[in-house]
């Protein structure tokens, strides 16, 4: 049974499993090393600070930055952990009309990149928007309505658009927990709030914690919608920096500066969650809803309803609508290949980056060495950094080893090719892996933690080597976590803009750098068609995926 | 010889694209334009000439990053982007190569090009006043500095400083009339503002439109494509500073790369650029002006009417950029 007191943390599976730990140390520090160069990259910026646009920087705007970055953290952070964790409750431990439906469809937002729905609530919100003017007609020009284009505003987008890494990763915790030790619980005395919050979500706390983290890194490194708003965060120096006073190493140092935050605070968390262990039972039974009724039921269905509209129903449709005024002369045969050059991408990228976090997290669990767990480490940072700025760092990261190829071809040819990772199908799919590497580990190694090391100990009594034990038994058990992961990669490639336009073939265009070249002109509305395409592509796999971890 | 074509095929299987244009009846382009307006620019060219063109689209700094990453192994022929800053900058990190045309210095102005010829700008956006014809008279307007005047308190609407075009806007103030005036200047708008500053320009006229104030300033084409989408707006153009410096125009423009291994190609390609063919395309896919003055605006275009433009060479722009950020931020202009 799952206890989350404190023992003594474990050599590592590894320590009794008896097998070749060093063949996986070296595969999984090759992953970190190729995740780790760009960053690496990045950070040498500080060799030469640029103290001109720092003075500038915090002699006007830093410290209103750094106010207004910690306001959305704070706020999106308990924002999502909200909406996270309470609809996740719900669907999954409770039962009311509908469950079946807002089970799956309350992961829908996650297709909605966070700066459509941050352009589709100022274009429909603001004053010069539908709503306001149709309040003005019959209300009169004196209504008041609460401005889009504010703190509040940019909060509610976020917490919107990021809580469902938070629902998602939490639903499967709650599902693999099964009912068994809530009802030891409630047999124990404790009524069904107290059981919530003093067993059931502090045994999901690696899963929360990791939906929390995603969110808060995407919100750190979310530039699209914030200057919808134009709210100024961390990242408005980041860009103001290397756009306008055309200073990478400005940027890139305060991008180095974001990544420390963020390493500081997740190496918090972990030392707060201290030895705990989290390991569970897999659930294997049929689970014992709540059965909600009357007013509790019309609450539940009230609340999921609000949420999914807000997220998704009003935005997407306000979306179509837009697309429908221009698709005839914006469909055409094209969009086939933007659809599948987004899949294919897709595809590819989530397998890639969820093989890679399980090779990391297996290896970190068989022996948790300090450089192992440094590898780690420094490979789920990049997706807290900016897409543009990690983008520059995997692209010098890959001129960097064209050029040295490039001097092997023209020993063996006696000619150079020019780029040969730049510009490569390779690269994109190689750029995606260093972004993404959090989002798929955090799914992946939650639902590891969630094993009990004593299974796998009697697997290994039994004779079954270490292939086998990884085959037939943890990646059965971990079916959840690496079906999120996959769903969640998968969802971020093709959102993903920065990467993709900077590194992307000749010719090659997905529906969000579709996207980006309707929006570098301002012509927002004539990217709804590419916007609305792209959610119905992500729908895709979240469908899919879903379907298959329901129970 | 085994090893080395053992290598070279696995290299080939794993990297088909690595065969840069090497060929002179290619040319490759990195674009901050987007892929709907000069796409039909290329096929043109191709059509005409033969030469086919490669190019992959994205913001100008990051395009910049890349030019210079790539350094002397880079595939790239030509830089296209909006903005004299951006061009400014491209050519002093060493980007762009000098050219010497005497097609490009007929077609293209003096003031609307590098003195060095490193870029040439190939479309000119005014950027202008727009107001609610309902509520305000054209007479109560004259120029950009008298939005500072305080008559216009909680009347004026502006776009976000972070955009380029406002930059280049004042980084030519500051020219014209030294950094401490334009600072009272930007410090007058910021006072007058009727709301917090907007992303883009049609937001600011739409807000002008629905009554949240009277005035603002844009680039003509935003207005084109705006009205030509809702033509009931009350919205008109006012051409300000028409006594004195004129209105503040722009560019999009391009420059050769300076590590092309096609530079009489990359050459021959903005000379064509800055004719009849690619200058209508340039400036009617957008509502722009085509830079080369032989060549008239769309009647759509033309029908805002003429106007003194201001023609202190776009260089300036580029320049003092970083002194207007910086004056912008210390104004309160977000």
Known sequence: MSTATATPTPAGIGAWLNVNIGLWRLASLMVAAVVAAPLLVLAMAWLTPDTEVWRHLSDTLLLGLVRNTLVLLVSVGSGVLLLGVGLAWLTAMCDFPGRNFFDWALMLPLAVPAYVLAFVAVGVLDFSGP??????????TSVWFPPIRSEGGVIAVMVLAFYPYVYMLARSAFLNQGHHMLETARVLGLNAWAAFFRVTVPVARPAIAAGVALALMETLADFGAVSVFNYDTFTTAIYKAWFGFFSLGAAAQLAMLLLLFIATAVYAEQRLRGGSRYHVNLNTGEILRYRLKGTRALAAVCAASVVLLLAFVLPVSQLALWAWGVIGEELDARYLSFFGNTL???????????????????????????????????????????????????????????????????????????????????????????????????????????IKPSILQVARCLGAGNMEILRRLSIPMLRTGLLSALLLVFVEVMKEMPATLLLRPFGWTTLATRIFEMTSEGEWERAALPAVTLVLAGLLPVVLIVRRSAK | MNLKFLTLVLLGLVFPMAQAATATDSLVVYSARNEQLIKPMFDAYQKETGVSIKYVTDKAAPLMVRLKAEASATPADVLITVDAGNLWQAAKQGLLARVHSKVLEKNIPAHLRDPQGRWFGLSVRARTLVYNNKRIKPAQLSSYEQLADPKWKGRLCLRTSKKVYNQSLVATLIARVGEAKAEKIVRGWVANLATSVFSNDTKVMQAIAAGQCDVGIVNTYYYGRLLKKSPDLPLSLYWPNQTTSGVHVNVSGAGVVAASKHKKAAQAFLEWMSGATAQRLLADGNMEYPANPAIKPHAIVSAWGEFKQDTINLSSAGRLQVKAIKLMDRAGYK
Not at chain 1, 131 to 140: F, I, N, P
């Open chain 1, 131 to 140: 709503v306001q003017s149709v309040l003005r007609q019959w209300l009169g």
């Open chain 1, 344 to 450: 294919f991408l897709g595809a590819i990228a989530a397998v890639l980056t969820t093989v890679a976090a399980l090779l990391l997290s297996y290896t970190h669990r068989l022996k948790p060495d300090p450089i192992t767990q440094v590898a780690v480490r420094i490979s789920t940072l990049g997706y807290a950094l900016p897409g543009s700025v990690l983008a520059v760092g995997v692209m010098m990261s890959f001129v960097w080893v064209d050029q040295h190829i490039n001097s092997a071809i023209q020993w063996l040819t006696g000619e150079a090719w020019g780029a040969v990772l730049t510009g490569s199908v390779f690269s994109l799919l190689l750029a995606y892996v260093v972004r993404f590497m959090a989002v798929a580990y955090g799914p992946v190694d939650s639902a590891f933690d969630r």
